[in-house]
């Protein structure tokens, strides 16, 4: 018992089931933390909805890739020849968005499979369109699989992605980029759907993390253990800090801690003691420096005590509030994508 995630096994895979049949073309992501769940778990799922292609975030993801999954790896960083880690294999798709680079992998890996990128509104990474006739002269042996490119999750325009989208892929259709698929990613459905109808000729193949394994937040429940709780008056100092507590209450110490990606953003600075007074005037936890944590304890999210600790958290409960007793466990509402669990349960 610890912090932990359980996961309604039937209804979650019920959402990517139905995702995946909804999703033609579909290249699940799989990156980083594994979205909370973990990229080998993740993987195992891609192979049973019977995807060819998966997608990680950087070569240093790749090994594990090819272990879990027994399709092809595409990697969303842009090779680079000053990196140490690349993992040069059959299966692996590269990603090349600068011309420089185009000849250097071609003189390294003749052969390899890769997506030239084009440089979008995000400013990541990628081609600008005037490169492109320079980068397909530059390919040598390289295979090229696809053409990609990344928009942002909000567009300027409030319009959405699809004149971005639809605009790169009449750059593709002109140019002398000799492929027919083009990967899109933070595209909805319906855009997917006008994209294609627009440009029958090509494959659109959509790149989907966070609405494909946490489309259905419902499935996943974190749940963090009561270690100890204890009785404090207003005033009593406790923790690292030695912090003044606000008022009478219990103070809980809950599994779950920076480790597990709990409260990384900063907690509120205390500033002046003339302006702590004059805050703590207007009323309010906030207002006195303290930070309001993911814990959900008797209905409400509560303050942390202090900021979180490696391994655990200290919670304030005010005296009004039904305190939990030691072995309880409590919500949290995490953010999956920097969460880490002790422990990941499908049930
Ligand atoms: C992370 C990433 C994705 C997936 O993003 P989600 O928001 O998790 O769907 C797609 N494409 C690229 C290039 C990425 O880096």
Redesign the pocket.
């Known amino acids: 018992m610890g912090f932990e995630l359980d996961v309604d096994a039937t209804r979650w895979r019920q959402g990517l089931t139905t995702v995946a049949a909804t999703t033609p073309g579909l290249v699940p ?1 799989i ?1 980083g933390n594994g979205y909370g769940l973990g990229r080998d778990l993740l993987a195992r799922e891609a192979t049973t909805l019977g995807l060819g292609t998966i997608a990680v ?1 950087t070569y240093a993801e790749v090994p594990d890739a090819l272990a879990a999954f027994a399709g092809d790896v595409m990697v ?1 960083t842009p090779w680079r020849p000053f990196f140490t880690d690349v993992v040069t294999d059959d299966r692996v798709i590269h990603t090349l968005g600068r011309v420089d680079d185009v000849s250097a992998l071609a003189a390294a890996a003749p052969g390899a499979r890769v997506l030239l990128e084009g440089e979008t509104s995000m400013a990541r990474h990628g081609f600008d369109r005037h490169e492109l006739a320079a980068a397909v002269a530059a390919l040598g042996d390289l295979h090229v699989e696809g053409f990609a490119i ?1 928009l942002p999750l909000a567009s300027r325009s409030g319009g959405g992605n699809y004149a971005e989208a639809e605009s790169w892929a009449a750059a593709l259709e002109t140019s002398q980029v000799e492929t027919t698929t083009l990967y899109v ?2 595209l909805t459905s319906g855009e997917v759907a006008a994209l294609a109808a627009r440009r029958p000729h090509l494959d659109i193949r959509p ?5 494909l394994w946490l489309g259905d937040l419902g499935a996943l429940s974190v749940r963090a253990t009561v270690l100890d709780s204890h009785l404090v008056a207003r005033g009593e100092h406790i923790g690292y800090r030695q912090r003044a507590m606000p008022r009478d209450g219990t103070l809980l110490v809950v599994a779950g801690g920076t480790s597990h990606g709990i409260g990384l953003e900063a907690p509120k600075g205390t500033t002046g003691v003339v302006q702590r007074g004059k805050s703590l005037a207007k009323g309010g936890l906030e207002a006195a420096g303290f930070s309001l944590s993911p814990f959900r304890i008797d209905g409400k999210q509560r303050w942390f005590a202090e900021p979180p600790h490696m391994q655990a958290s200290m919670i304030f409960l005010p005296g009004s509030a039904a305190a939990p007793a030691v072995g309880d466990s409590v919500d949290v509402a995490v953010r999956f994508t920097t969460a880490t669990f002790d422990a990941i349960t499908l049930r």
């Open positions: 992501v990156k975030g969303l990344h990613s933070h790149r989907i993390g966070t609405s």
